[in-house]
């Protein structure tokens, strides 16, 4: 038998194995990695046994548990539609009034308004519903229609402008330079009233010619002092709000050739149900009145 070889440097013994002058050390894995080691390998195949897995060509072996994840995530699911379709009843159910005043039907019809905001209206509102050019901001206090919550789904469900809803918000500007209603002198003047309405720069030689002639041509619908009214759509001209822009030019522009924005009905896309989540969304983003 021959005589075990032990390493100088570190005094353990060797395998016997060397190459280009290196030798082997014969340090063994501790016993307790090694029973840790068996012991995962017995439950590896207990595992394989028990639970499906091992592929074959169409599936897995099924194992003796019978268990699914793709079962169970059905089921999961079917928990959950189950309960979607309990609170999508009592939403439609019940009017937007009593939506907010349940803090239940509240949160639900939020989260699924702020869901569907993000498929059908941020393309034109904006992501955080901040609007754009010819596309009202929604989260500040601004409304041509009113923002109450019944106002904001009468709007969303019935669109404006939107010819194929019998009841659609519906209002038109007259244009009053392109068919020749004031001359062009009356619409400048009216300009540079318009913008002292709203505490911007003017002319202010023309604020007398420009309060006569909105007067009589304009106050019928935007109110004596430019307040507007949102019975008829009529923008507020006093704030600092403008959706087609607030310089004189701008200004000139839309009494001269208004432009007037169509929104779809969402009612009968949607349902009454995602009209009224929509309605909760908006109205809390902290604009709605």
């Known amino acids: 038998m021959s005589e075990k070889e032990i390493d100088s440097v570190t005094n353990v013994e060797t395998t016997g194995h060397e190459w280009d002058g290196i030798k082997e050390l014969n340090n063994p894995l501790p016993r307790w990695w090694l029973w840790v080691f068996y012991a995962c390998i017995v439950y590896a195949i207990g595992y394989c046994i028990y639970y499906p897995a091992i592929p074959l060509i169409e599936g897995a072996t099924q194992g003796l548990a019978g268990y699914s994840s793709r079962t169970e995530l059905h089921q999961e699911m079917a928990t ?5 379709t309990e609170m999508l009843e009592r939403i439609r159910q ?3 009034a009593e939506i907010q005043a349940d803090p239940e039907l509240t949160r639900f019809a939020t989260a699924g308004g702020a869901s569907a905001f993000k498929v059908y209206c ?17 989260n500040d206090d601004d409304w041509l229609w009113g923002g109450s919550i019944e106002q904001i789904a009468q709007t969303i469900r019935h669109g404006v ?7 659609t918000r519906y209002s038109e500007m007259p244009a009053f330079g392109r068919d020749q209603l004031l001359p062009r ?8 009233y318009v913008r002292a309405l709203s505490g911007l720069e003017h002319d202010q ?5 420009g309060a006569r002639v909105f007067a009589e041509n304009c106050a019928a619908c935007h109110g004596e002092n430019g307040h507007g009214n949102k019975e008829l759509g009529a923008p507020n001209l006093a704030d600092a709000l403008w959706l087609y822009g607030d310089t004189h030019q701008d200004i000139v522009s839309q009494i001269n050739n208004p432009k007037h924005g169509v929104m779809p009905a969402w009612g009968d896309r949607l349902g009454d149900a995602l009209v009224k989540q929509l309605a909760v969304y908006v ?3 902290g604009g709605g009145e």
Not at 122 to 138: D, F, V, W
């Open 283 to 285: 109205h809390g983003l």
């Open 185 to 192: 002198a009356d619409i400048l003047a009216a300009a540079h």
């Open 205 to 209: 030689g023309a604020m007398d010619e």
């Open 161 to 167: 402008r939107y010819e194929e809803d019998g009841d």
């Open 80 to 84: 959950i539609e189950a309960g979607r």
């Open 122 to 138: 941020s393309q034109c509102h904006g992501s955080g519903a901040q609007g754009a050019s010819g596309y009202p901001n929604l």
């Open 94 to 96: 019940a009017d937007v």
